[in-house]
Nanobody, 115 residues
Framework: QAQFVESGGGLVQPGGSLRLTCAASRSPVSTNAMRWYRQFGFDQREWVATIFPDESRDYADFVKGRFSIFRDDGKNLVYLRLTNLLPGDTAVYYC?????????WGQGTQVTVSS
């Protein structure tokens, strides 16, 4: 059974914004490095953003200040705020630990950026 459930995706115009939510059902997000990934079609997943237990953050180069990762320890949630979205950001977005747990992948949430 997947540990992580993603939500919040949708269709948005270029330049728009979304907030993705990752709900963890087993382990506390505050004690793990948590990462958002994305996948284009059947390509390999690429990493997007990471938040560490000390709340330091790291972002992939392509993010360029457009995305932000944060978490709510009380609700055991991890968020990814997407702004200034581009058509190239169209993908299925997943969350998992870093490094990822192979048995914990959820279904992901589809983000489509199109006019």
């Amino acid at each position: 059974q997947a540990q992580f459930v993603e939500s919040g995706g949708g269709l948005v115009q270029p330049g728009g914004s979304l907030r993705l939510t990752c709900a963890a059902s087993r382990s506390p997000v505050s004690t793990n490095a948590m990462r958002w990934y994305r996948q284009f079609g059947f390509d390999q997943r690429e990493w997007v953003a990471t938040i560490f237990p000390d709340e330091s953050r790291d972002y992939a180069d392509f993010v360029k200040g457009r995305f932000s990762i944060f978490r709510d320890d009380g609700k055991n949630l991890v968020y990814l705020r997407l702004t200034n979205l581009l058509p190239g950001d169209t993908a299925v977005y997943y969350c998992n630990t870093f490094p990822p747990s192979p048995t914990s992948w959820g279904q992901g949430t589809q983000v489509t950026v199109s006019s």
